[in-house]
């Protein structure tokens, strides 16, 4: 009985052998190398309507079955620059025995010593990836794992040189239909090497239009560590990604290297953190954080690049910028030298503003304190910034300054290298203009200033421009206290010699007003009534004219008693000259004028001064600064659009 028993499991056994056998020889026959190639050429012709070339291609059913080619290489389409889109050597793929026992194949596992993809797009904007109607569909549900063991990737760009980029030792694995799986490996271009890992909760059917993964994807150097977590786009469209980006870098130079990037970077450490998620049309980003070194701000908007052109949309906010130092921080060179004169001769970035024109942009600023060149402090900034076809504009743009208000626009047009500004600043404190400059911090007391710009200028920098400046530009300020006491007894020699004589211990000047009206044509500004001064003692009006083109200054006129009839060296004096630059004119009398009325004076025995005192008083504008406030008016008038376009003509006779 026991060896019956024996001899029936042995004769079970050698069946059992011979089916499985049986059935590993009709796999064979259905997976024959040949057979497999020609089938494989076919589907991928038929499909695709590439070139699918096999060589070497052999099959292993022991001790596990193993499909193993020496190459693999998939065609371009006729108009790309390369032969192939993809192409792998060395490659192995594991297959399922069971799978084989039923005439199928299923991979457990891919394999690559090499593997090369050539990517492309050409002036027409065809990719080489791009398939037609039918895309390729990959289930990818039954390989666990991937290696490969070098991957190269070239990108070629119109107009570019191909950018290449290795992946070291590439490894995907962890659990069936690639759920919680791993990867890693190394990226390797221009010479700089970053590390990449990574991990993905379950990788879905590539060919879904809107495929996404939860995972994470971390690239990382020496001196930064950038990292994605959340939904993962995994379809060319980027459809239903939602990502939490977190940058955090002591230095982006590993990064500049890898990528090739030309232009500046960052000389401090710099942090970002944001969320993006794809809505609609839109890609979004919220809840961001950029850290510059000492300075921060925040930001949230969309993107849109569906549309004709790109579109953004953003608000911006920030407790304090530092324009000057922000520039530094992000490596821009520091600005060229001022140079001579009123304005800089340093260029306008024309380039980059026009290449802002491609983007119809909006972003909403608001700087709690935003320095500018020369430690000017803005407060409460806020501007609407846009870009377009018109160029770069700054609208509605308001803040404080030095105590006071300022609102405006300004519009700078890159094709025809123009600046449109208007500009309204109201009770800006002289003093604390004064008090920020060490040399004369306490030389004047109060001031309020008002100011009203309408203005345009072209030119390749701030020095032509002014250059050019079209438009009025008009200057009050109320009433102020220069500390001077040359300046005081200066004022009373010129206005009554006694007086000066009793309060030669004054400190200071005191002027009720300070009004200014410069109708600039071309850069000139020129007028009778040019500017005009007022103090508890003097008045002052000036003719002349104020020349950006060569950043000087010439106005004259004579300085009368605020009433009744003195006598004063401004009596014998022609007028009171200011002139020379505009960053340090001079002022004098008229020397040749004053000569002559002194001789006139000392032939009649002084009568001629009393002559001359009673007619200034007589004749002398009674307020130079309303004189001048009423020209700025006239100006201002003239200066709207239904003045400059003229009254209707007269009908002819």
Not at 515 to 543: C, E, H, Q, Y
Request: glycine share 8%.
């Amino acid at each position: 009985m026991r060896a019956t028993l024996k001899k029936g499991w042995t004769w079970f056994g050698l069946g059992l052998l011979a089916l499985a056998g049986a059935a590993i020889v009709a796999g064979h026959l259905m997976v024959d190398p040949a057979r497999l190639t020609a089938l494989a050429q076919q589907h991928v012709q038929a499909t695709l309507g590439r070139k699918l070339d096999i060589e070497g291609l052999q099959l292993r059913l022991l001790p596990v079955p193993m499909l193993r080619a020496t190459r693999i290489a998939l065609s371009n389409p006729p108009w790309a620059q390369g032969e192939e889109l993809a192409s792998a050597d060395q490659f192995e793929a594991r297959l399922t025995l069971l799978a084989l026992l039923r005439g199928r194949i299923e991979l457990h596992a891919l394999s690559a010593q090499t593997l090369a993809l050539d990517l492309e797009v050409d002036r027409q904007g065809r990719r080489n990836w791009d398939f037609g109607s039918a895309p390729p569909s990959i289930d990818l549900e039954t390989l666990p794992s991937l290696s490969i063991a070098q991957l190269k990737l070239v990108n070629r760009q119109p107009g570019q040189a191909p950018a290449i980029t290795t992946v070291q030792q590439l490894r995907v694995a962890e659990g069936p239909a690639w759920r919680k799986s791993g990867l890693s490996g190394q990226l390797s271009r221009n010479g700089q090497d970053l590390r990449f890992s990574g991990r993905l909760d379950a990788l879905p059917r590539l060919d879904t239009p809107a495929a996404t993964a939860e995972g994470e994807v971390t690239l990382e150097g020496e001196h930064f560590r950038l990292q994605a977590k959340g939904r993962l786009p995994f379809n060319a469209a980027l459809e239903g990604y939602d990502l939490a980006l977190a940058l955090k870098a002591e230095s982006l130079a590993e990064l500049q290297r890898f990528t090739g990037w030309d232009g500046p970077v960052p000389k401090v450490p710099l942090e970002l953190a944001a969320r993006l998620q794809r809505h609609g049309r839109e890609h979004r980003f919220s809840d961001t954080r950029l850290t510059l070194g000492q300075q921060a701000a925040t930001a949230e908007g969309a993107i849109n690049f569906s549309a004709a052109r790109p579109g953004l949309r953003a608000s911006v906010s920030a407790a304090l910028l530092d324009w000057p130092q922000a520039l530094l921080d992000l490596g821009l060179p520091p600005p060229a030298a001022h140079g001579p004169g009123l304005l800089p001769a340093r260029r306008l970035p024309w380039a980059a503003i026009d290449a802002m024109r491609t983007v119809d942009a909006r972003i909403e600023t608001r700087i709690e304190r935003l320095r500018v060149r020369g430690g000017l402090e803005l407060q409460d900034w806020r501007s609407s910034v846009l870009t377009g076809t018109a160029g770069l504009q700054l609208k509605d743009t308001r803040f404080r300054l030095l105590g006071g208000s300022a609102s405006g626009n300004l519009a700078l047009d890159p094709h025809r290298k123009q600046m449109d500004l208007d500009l309204a600043a109201r009770n800006v404190s002289l003093q604390a203009w004064f008090r920020r400059r060490p040399d004369s911090s306490g030389i004047v007391s109060n001031g309020q200033m008002q100011l009203a710009a309408r203005v345009t200028g072209r030119g390749e920098s701030w020095k032509e421009i002014g250059a050019s400046l079209d438009g009025p530009l008009t200057l009050a300020i109320g009433p102020m206290q220069v500390h001077s006491k040359k300046a005081h007894e200066a004022e009373a020699l010129l206005v009554d010699l006694m007086p000066a004589l009793a309060a030669r211990n004054a400190q200071a000047v005191q002027l009720a007003c300070i009004n200014a009206s410069l109708p600039f044509v071309r850069g000139i500004a020129s007028s009778k009534t040019l500017a005009g001064m007022r103090s508890d003692v003097s008045k002052l009006l000036l003719a002349g004219q104020v020349d950006l083109r060569s950043d000087t200054l010439e106005m004259g006129g004579r300085v009368h008693a605020l009433s009744g009839a003195t006598l004063g060296i401004a009596t014998l004096a022609g007028e009171v000259r200011i002139e020379g630059p505009l960053t340090q004119p001079k002022a004098s009398l008229d020397s040749p004028g004053t000569l002559a009325r002194i001789g006139a004076a000392l032939a009649t025995t002084g009568l001629s001064i009393l002559a001359t005192a009673a007619y200034d008083a007589a004749t002398s504008d009674d307020d130079p600064c309303a004189t001048v406030a009423a020209a700025a008016r006239n100006t201002a008038t003239a200066a709207t659009p239904q003045a400059r376009a003229g009254k209707p003509k007269p009908r002819g006779r």
